[in-house]
């Protein structure tokens, strides 16, 4: 299984780059950013350099930070070359990490549970503190 991060600016390699810091070096996979003065068709270019390192050969998966902006744009056009090639938007430290995890032990990846992961690493941390802290004032009384 293969993973292309794509991105605005650096996003998708310093993401990469968190989550190698965290779990280790994850091989087959690759970041891409959008820089000020590339174009479409040069991210384009260097996506396809590195889908066809896999494609065909094992799964590729290509996670990009939104959809509408320029890279996902370019990976939705790459899907009509690569139409066996999945592509998920929403690019995040947690999808990557749960992505890592299920290659890791090697099952096939789950989309649902990529995105699901991802979904539910988003947490307002002050809502959350003060639900715990309501239930322990419901504990005391």
């Known amino acids: 299984m293969a993973l292309i991060l794509m991105s605005h600016g650096n996003m998708a390699i310093e993401t990469l780059k968190s989550a190698e810091l965290i779990i280790g070096e994850l091989p087959e996979t690759t970041a891409l950013g959008l820089q000020k003065s590339d174009g ?7 996506a396809e350099t590195e889908i066809k390192k896999y494609y065909g050969k094992e799964p590729v998966y290509l996670i990009v930070d939104l959809l509408g902006g ?47 992961e991802a979904k539910d690493g988003i947490v307002d941390v002050n809502a959350f503190l003060n639900a715990d802290s309501d239930e322990d004032d419901e504990e005391d009384e």
């Open 40 to 46: 479409p068709e040069d991210l384009k270019a260097k």
């Open 70 to 116: 320029t890279p996902g744009n370019v990976a939705v056009n790459l899907t009509q070359t690569y139409p066996e090639m999945h592509v998920i938007s929403g690019l995040n430290l947690t999808m990557v990490i749960n992505y890592a995890n299920q290659k890791f032990v090697g099952s096939d990846i789950k989309v649902a549970d990529l995105m699901k």
